[in-house]
Structures are given as structure tokens and as C-alpha cells.
T-cell receptor, first 108, second 112 residues
């Protein structure tokens, strides 16, 4: 069974801090990696995609991929209360698999 | 551009009734996915289509579930007969081949 694992949280950080979200996956053939944000009662929204080892930055978000360790992470700098949501890691190999999500709370 | 469109947004029905959920993907996207999300099981892939052809339906829970994609701009997910355990939020997503998926707003289904 090919799995995507995330710490379910909740993860709580103060406003302005860096939030670090982690994800591991089991399918070594995976080629594409995504982070989605889901607010309560809403649909998942794509915030980052990464395809090669290293870091990819987009505004306050940085995705990090290490295929050798089968590990992908998302860093949120200068966290804001509006970042409070569940973050889903998704991995595409032969199919697309989602982790269970990490619930993030940013406290003012 | 319009995103993925789903209807209805909410559906309440009685056990045993037929339920049909509808999805219009983003124009130009050739892959379409149906997901179910519950608190207990998270986001589960039910079935996906490439170029209107079903590729993997291994996530469809039972024969009570069926999905069709008669053309590039429309898909349906049908549950017949519905059961209370089918209560969930059903999402449709579309993507260009092997790229990121974009989700619709979802249909919240309640079966009483």
C-alpha cells in the first residue's frame, strides 16, 4: 500500500513565527508533490507544487523536497491567523494520494 | 476563468433513494477526479478519468456507486441506492495531464 503520512497535529504557532509542516511518502516512483490548504467547510486549494529536489519559494511559502529521504515539507514564514487551516500533502506516482492533513492554528 | 463547477452544493435524501452528483471540469483539462471526504477517512479517491475514459475505479466503494463522463465537459457520480454511511462531502477535481488538480466547491451529501 502506497502511503502518504502527515502529523495530524494540531500544530499551534504564534503569529509571526515559522510554521513547519512535514510529509513522508512510501512510493519511490513518485514524481510530483503538492501542498493544498483547506479551510473548514471549503475545498482544498493548491498552494505549492514541487517536482525536483531542493527548495521552492513562493512568497511566504517554501516547499522542500528530498526524494532520497522520501520527505517533503512546507514552511510558512511570518505566519498569520489567516493561515489557520488544514494542510494536505499530495503525492503523484501512478496515481494521486493525499495525506490525512495537518491542522495548523496561528494564534494572534 | 470559471473553476470546477459542482451541483448540487447540498443534497439531503432518504436512505434507498438515488443520488446524482454533477461536475463540470475546467475547460481544457483532460483529467477528472471524484473524491469523497469524511472526518474518519479523510480524502479518498473514488475514480478518475483521462480523456473521458475511466482509468482507475478501484476506490469506488461498492456497486452502488457509478460514474460516467459522456464528454469532456461533464461528469456524474451516481449512488443507487443511497445509505446513511454514504454521507460525506464529494469533491470533483480536474487537471491537465499529470499536473496539479483543481478542486470544485464540493457537494455535501446527507443520507437520512
Amino acid at each position: 500500500q502506497k502511503e502518504v503520512e502527515q502529523n495530524s497535529g494540531p500544530l499551534s504557532v504564534p503569529e509571526g513565527a515559522i510554521a513547519s509542516l512535514n510529509c513522508t511518502y512510501s512510493d519511490r516512483g513518485s514524481q510530483s508533490f503538492f501542498w493544498y490548504r483547506q479551510y473548514s467547510g471549503k475545498s482544498p486549494e493548491l498552494i505549492m507544487s514541487i517536482y525536483s529536489n531542493g527548495d521552492k519559494e513562493d512568497g511566504r511559502f517554501t516547499a522542500q523536497l528530498n526524494k532520497a529521504s522520501q520527505y517533503v515539507s512546507l514552511l510558512i514564514r511570518d505566519s498569520q491567523p489567516s493561515d489557520s487551516a488544514t494542510y494536505l500533502c499530495a503525492v503523484r506516482g501512478n496515481d494521486m494520494r493525499f495525506g490525512a492533513g495537518t491542522r495548523l492554528t496561528v494564534k494572534p | 476563468d470559471a473553476g470546477v463547477i459542482q451541483s448540487p452544493r447540498h443534497e439531503v435524501t432518504e436512505m434507498g433513494q438515488e443520488v446524482t452528483l454533477r461536475c463540470k471540469p475546467i475547460s481544457g483539462h483532460n483529467s477528472l477526479f471524484w473524491y469523497r471526504q469524511t472526518m474518519m477517512r479523510g480524502l479518498e479517491l473514488l475514480i478518475y478519468f483521462n480523456n473521458n475514459v475511466p482509468i482507475d475505479d478501484s476506490g469506488m466503494p461498492e456497486d452502488r456507486f457509478s460514474a460516467k463522463m459522456p464528454n469532456a465537459s461533464f461528469s456524474t457520480l451516481k449512488i443507487q441506492p443511497s445509505e446513511p454511511r454514504d454521507s460525506a462531502v464529494y469533491f470533483c477535481a480536474s487537471s491537465p495531464t499529470n499536473h496539479e488538480q483543481y478542486f470544485g466547491p464540493g457537494t455535501r451529501l446527507t443520507v437520512t
